[in-house]
């Protein structure tokens, strides 16, 4: 399964020791992310490591080794889908049309019939993906 991680996920799973984390670094899934996204991680680092408890080698170790799991989207595996994703995202939240983007490119590398092209956007509770 792929799954579209947006910032909010990737920061929960480097502040805490949580589910959300084991099922990042631990599980089969393939994850993707915006590479133009990490500047929002950089910004949040001080804030990050309060919360977590970390210090810098600490952050930068849990940091590198999350981001070994997670594919790195380009810019131009994102702006194939910008448009359609800021129609998605229309009156509810320009900062995630770059998440938006990013799935609509991902659900294109899944080429199955069955599924439809809109339903390329999902929530998963973190609890549904450790139970399987």
Request: hydrophobic share 40%.
């Amino acid at each position: 399964m792929r799954f579209v991680i947006d910032s909010n996920i990737l920061i929960s799973a480097i502040i805490r020791n949580s589910t959300t984390r084991k099922i990042v670094m631990e599980s089969n899934f393939s994850f993707f992310y915006p590479k133009k996204s990490l500047e929002e991680i950089d910004k949040y680092k001080e804030l990050i490591k309060e919360k977590s408890g970390l210090n810098d080698g600490e952050y930068q170790f849990l940091i590198n080794g999350m981001l070994n799991k997670v594919n790195l989207a380009d810019d131009d595996k994102i702006v194939k889908n910008i448009y359609e994703a800021k129609e998605i995202m229309e009156n509810i939240d320009d900062k995630d049309v770059i998440f938006i983007s990013l799935a609509l490119y991902v659900k294109m590398l899944d080429r199955k019939p069955s599924l439809k092209r809109r339903g390329c956007i999902l929530n998963i509770l973190t609890s549904r993906i450790s139970n399987s």
